[in-house]
C-alpha cells in the first residue's frame, strides 16, 4: 500500500491520467513550475512590447487614456502613504547610522551607509511593497472580473489586441508609477528624513545634508532607477497574467489575486538580490 | 449575388451536445440566415467557428473579400501574421453574443466608439456622428450616458448591436439576438439591421434555439440535429404555419 504523505499525485487536465510521483520530486516539480511561470512571464512581455510597434496605429488615444488612469491609480493615490513611510524610514535609519557607527569607530561612514542601504537598497523594494499591496492586486482583480463578466472576450471578438489595449498599458503605468515613487520616496526619505530626525534632536551634529548629497553618486541613482524599472515591469505583468488567468468562476479571482501579489513579492525579492549581487562587485569601501 | 461567407466540409468541436460535422453553406451578401436546431446542439461553438473565434476540426470558412485569413489557423504563422489576419477579419464581422458582454466601466457611447476608436483613432468628431447615428438609431440617446450596469437587457443587447455595427462590418453574427427582451427592443433590433441589410448589404447569420423567433429576422433558415444540416427552409416555408409545422415533424421523426 503506497504512503501517501510520501508522493505527489499530478492532474495535467480534468479527466486525465493522474501521475503519482515520489515526495523527493516535489522541490523539482515546484522549480519547473515557476521556471514555466518566469517564461510565460518573459513571453507576455515580449507580446506586449511587439504590440507597440506592430500595432502602433491602434487605438494610440485609448491606450494612453489606459496609461494615465493607470498612473494616477497607482502613483497620484499612493503619494501621500509613500512620503509618510519614506520620512518615517529615512529619519530612523539616519538616526541609527549617525548614532550607532560612531560607536564602532566608523563616523566617516555614517553617510555613505545611509545612501547605500536607504536609497539603493530600500526605497525601490518599499515602493515595490507599497505598490503591491495596494495595486498589484487590483490589476488582478479587475481583468479577472473582466473574464468573468466576458468583456475579455467581448475584446477579443472586437479584434482589439488585449496585449495592447490591457496588458501594455497597466505594464507601462506600472512602471512610470514605481519610477515616479521610487523618485518621491528618495526626496522625501533624504529632506523629509533628515529635517525631522534633526529636528527632533536624532542626529549627531556631524551627520550632514551635504554629505548625503555627496554620496549620492550617478551610479546609485542609475541603479536604483533599474531596480525601480525592473520592478514595475515585473508588478505590471505577474498581476495582467494572473488576471487573464481568470477563467469562468468568481471565486478564481481572490485565488488568482492571492497568487499574483506572492508572485510579485517573490519575484521582486529575487531580482533585488541579483540586481544587488550584480552591483556589489562594483562597489569601493 | 455574391458569396459573403462560404462553409465548406466544416467540423467544429461542441462544448455540450454532438460536435459539428460536414456544415456546408454560402451565405450570399444581403441574406439574413437563421440557424436553429432540434434537440440539444451548441449553436454558439458553429457561430464562434464561422466567426473565427474557434478552431474548426475540418473544413474551411471562405470570407469574401479576406485574402490572408489562412495566418489564423497557421500554426507556424508569427504572431504578427496572425494579428494582421485577425484585425483584417474582425474589422468585417460583427458578433453580438448571448450574454451581451458590454464594458462594465465604459458608458454606453464609448463602448458603442471603442472599436472604432482602437482600429482607426478618427478625430473626435467623426466618432461622435457615426455613434450618434447608432445611437439614435437604436433609440440609446436617453442612456448614452449610463454603465451597463443600468440598463435593460433590450437596452444592453441594442447597444451591443450598435457596437458590433459601428465598423459598418459585411457579416453579423446574432446569437440568441432576441431572448428575454421586450418587444419594442426587439422590433427595434430587426428594423435596424434591415435598414443595413438593405444599404451596405450586411449578411446576416442568427442563431437561435427558438425557432419562432428566427423567423421574425430569416430569408433562409438551417435546421441542425445531431451537428449535420437535417433541413433548408426558404421561401413560402417559412411562412409561419407551415414553417412551425415542418419543424414540429422534423422533431417528431427525429424523435421516434
Redesign the interface.
Same mark, same amino acid.
Given at each position: 500500500m503506497s504512503n501517501l504523505s510520501s508522493e505527489i499525485t499530478l492532474k495535467p487536465d480534468a479527466g486525465g491520467p493522474q501521475l503519482t510521483l515520489p515526495s523527493w520530486f516535489a522541490p523539482a516539480h515546484f522549480l519547473g513550475r515557476e521556471i514555466g511561470f518566469v517564461l510565460t512571464l518573459f513571453k507576455l512581455i515580449y507580446r506586449s512590447v511587439a504590440s507597440m510597434f506592430w500595432e502602433r496605429r491602434r487605438g494610440r488615444s485609448l491606450v494612453r487614456r489606459v496609461i494615465l488612469q493607470q498612473v494616477y491609480f497607482t502613483a497620484v493615490q499612493s503619494t501621500a502613504l509613500t512620503v509618510l513611510v519614506a520620512v518615517a524610514m529615512g529619519a530612523l535609519l539616519m538616526h541609527q547610522a549617525s548614532v550607532i557607527l560612531p560607536r564602532f569607530g566608523l563616523p566617516d561612514f555614517a553617510e555613505w551607509l545611509t545612501v547605500l542601504i536607504l536609497f539603493r537598497e530600500i526605497a525601490p523594494l518599499t515602493v515595490a511593497l507599497i505598490i503591491i499591496a495596494r495595486s498589484a492586486n487590483a490589476i488582478v482583480i479587475e481583468i479577472g472580473n473582466m473574464r468573468v463578466n466576458g468583456e475579455i472576450r467581448a475584446l477579443e471578438v472586437l479584434g482589439i489586441n488585449l496585449d495592447r489595449f490591457i496588458v501594455l498599458p497597466r505594464i507601462v503605468g506600472m512602471t512610470v508609477s514605481v519610477t515616479l515613487l521610487t523618485v518621491l520616496f528618495c526626496a522625501a526619505a533624504m529632506w523629509g528624513g533628515f529635517w525631522t530626525a534633526h529636528a527632533a534632536g536624532l542626529l549627531e551634529s556631524n551627520f550632514l545634508l551635504e554629505s548625503l548629497l555627496e554620496n549620492l553618486t550617478l551610479d546609485i541613482i542609475l541603479n536604483i532607477l533599474l531596480r525601480a524599472f525592473c520592478f514595475g515591469i515585473v508588478i505590471g505583468a505577474v498581476s495582467c497574467l494572473h488576471g487573464l488567468w481568470v477563467r469562468v468562476a468568481s471565486t478564481e479571482v481572490p485565488q488568482q489575486a492571492s497568487r499574483g501579489v506572492v508572485h510579485s513579492l517573490s519575484l521582486c525579492f529575487i531580482l533585488n538580490f541579483v540586481i544587488s549581487l550584480w552591483f556589489f562587485t562594483g562597489t569601493e569601501v | 449575388m455574391t458569396a459573403a461567407l462560404t462553409a465548406t466540409a466544416l467540423a467544429v468541436p461542441t462544448n455540450h451536445g454532438p460536435p459539428f460535422k460536414d456544415v456546408d453553406f454560402v451565405l450570399e451578401k444581403g441574406e439574413a440566415l437563421g440557424v436553429t436546431s432540434i434537440g440539444l446542439t451548441d449553436l454558439r461553438a458553429l457561430l464562434e467557428a464561422l466567426?473565427g #473565434?474557434r478552431r474548426a476540426s475540418a473544413g474551411r470558412v471562405i470570407w469574401g473579400g479576406l485574402p490572408a485569413l489562412g495566418a489564423l489557423y497557421d500554426d507556424a504563422a508569427s *504572431? =504578427?501574421e496572425r494579428?494582421r489576419a #485577425?484585425?483584417g #477579419? /474582425? /474589422?468585417l464581422m460583427g @458578433?453580438v &453574443?448571448d450574454?451581451? &458582454? *458590454?464594458?462594465?466601466n465604459l458608458t454606453v457611447y464609448d463602448n458603442v466608439a #471603442?472599436?472604432l =476608436? @482602437?482600429?482607426f483613432?478618427p478625430p473626435e468628431r467623426t466618432v461622435e456622428e457615426r455613434t450618434e447615428r447608432l445611437l439614435s438609431m437604436l433609440c440609446l440617446e436617453p442612456v448614452r450616458a449610463l454603465r451597463p450596469a443600468a440598463l435593460s437587457l433590450g437596452a444592453k443587447r441594442r447597444a451591443a448591436l450598435a =457596437?458590433a455595427l459601428i465598423l459598418d462590418p459585411t457579416v453579423l453574427f446574432l446569437d440568441s439576438p432576441f431572448s428575454d427582451i421586450d418587444n419594442d427592443s426587439a422590433e427595434i433590433l430587426v428594423s435596424v439591421v434591415d435598414h443595413y441589410a438593405k444599404k451596405v448589404g450586411l449578411s446576416v447569420i442568427a442563431a437561435s434555439y427558438d425557432p419562432r423567433q428566427i423567423l421574425t429576422m430569416a430569408s433562409r433558415v438551417i435546421v441542425f440535429h445531431g451537428g449535420s444540416i437535417v433541413a433548408t427552409l426558404s421561401g413560402e416555408a417559412l411562412e409561419e404555419s407551415r414553417f412551425l409545422a415542418e419543424i414540429a415533424r422534423l422533431q417528431a421523426s427525429y424523435r421516434s
Open positions: - | 466567426a #473565434l *504572431l =504578427r494579428y #485577425l484585425r #477579419l /474582425r /474589422r @458578433y &453574443s450574454t451581451v &458582454s *458590454l464594458i462594465n #471603442l472599436p =476608436r @482602437y482600429h483613432d =457596437r
